[in-house]
């Protein structure tokens, strides 16, 4: 494995070489210390940060090749991803504090917009390193119950079978209409839902039993509701010390502003380290974005452009 380490010299960034380490150390990988300074005069104190994070490194028996560069981090880490073979990414991330505009209270839950970025602009999986955790003993999995979603299972599967770590499946279903409140308990049958002949129910048996020939598998959490605060709550039950979620970006702005997008919100309240995990291209082209584009072209008076072979 070849595992990127991105750092700006600052202390998450040491803090996330030493949780990125674990898993270094368990593939006994080829690790890059790429460190990215954008003013001029940082260039000592950066160096000095380097050395430590490969000093950290080699704590685990792991020689890291050190690269400075000068610019803006997120082209930086794009550029070194393309020109470069890379298995994972690593980078630290802190909260940052901001101001509604309206009502003007404070939401210290939003990330830095520069994770987001490498997240949406980079192919390899992206580690987002949050908060100072020393441990990789359980992951908890985030599935849509798609079979989009069977990479990032594998993927943490054998990350997790290297670390001897274990992994729970979580899958939200939807809140059903209030009519049909009384059968949100049968629908909170995990072992039902595992056995069902629907599609839903076939995908998750199969990433299942994909986390169980690594030999990792602990247990399927099934719930009903929304997404985020049943996950804070499951993670304020359980010591979890990774989160696994799946990210397919669209091409289209409004699409994922409608749409929603869970793996940002996942990045903006979990307090422990994120794997993220592309499961589909770049580009997604929709019906949806073909449609809303054509409404703001007849809304704008544009004229539509059309191909003709």
Not at 122 to 145: K, Q, W, Y
Not at 169 to 177: G, K, N
Not at 180 to 192: F, K, M, P, T, V
Not at 254 to 272: K, S
């Amino acid at each position: 494995m070849k595992i990127l380490f991105c750092s700006d010299g600052s202390s998450q960034a040491e803090t996330a070489v030493r949780f990125g380490a674990l898993i270094a150390a368990a593939y006994e990988a080829e690790p890059t210390i790429l460190g990215i300074t954008e003013k001029e005069g940082d260039e000592d104190s950066l160096l000095e940060a380097l050395r430590r994070a490969q000093d950290i490194l080699k704590e685990h028996h792991l020689n890291a090749e050190l690269i400075t560069k000068a610019g803006r981090p997120v082209a930086e880490i794009v550029k070194r991803t393309r020109e470069g073979t890379y298995d994972l990414v690593v980078i630290g991330a802190v909260r940052k504090t901001t101001r509604h505009p309206l009502w003007m209270s404070v939401d210290p839950l939003w990330m830095s917009a520069r994770a987001y970025r490498i997240i949406d602009s980079i192919e390899p999986p992206v580690l987002v390193v949050i908060g100072d955790h020393s441990t990789l003993r359980r992951i908890l999995i985030c599935t849509a119950g798609r079979s989009q979603d069977n990479k990032s299972v594998e993927f943490a599967g054998e990350i997790a079978q290297h670390v001897n770590a274990v992994v729970d499946l979580f899958h939200v279903m939807p809140e059903p209409p209030a009519i049909y409140a009384n059968l949100i308990g049968l629908e909170e049958d995990a072992e039902r839902v595992l056995s069902s002949k629907s599609r839903l129910g076939r995908t998750l048996r199969h990433q299942k039993e994909l986390l169980e020939k690594f030999g990792v598998f602990g247990e399927f959490r099934l719930h009903n509701g929304q997404v985020i605060p049943k996950m804070l709550k499951d993670l304020e039950r359980m010591e979890y010390d990774l989160v696994v979620s799946g990210f397919s970006p669209g091409e289209d702005k409004l699409q994922r502003y409608v749409m929603g997008d869970i793996t940002r919100e996942i990045v903006n309240h979990a307090e422990l380290p994120i794997l993220v995990i592309r499961t589909g291209p770049r580009r997604i082209k929709s019906r949806f974005s073909d449609f809303a584009s054509r409404l703001f072209r007849r809304a704008k008076g544009t004229p539509e452009v059309t191909s003709s072979s």
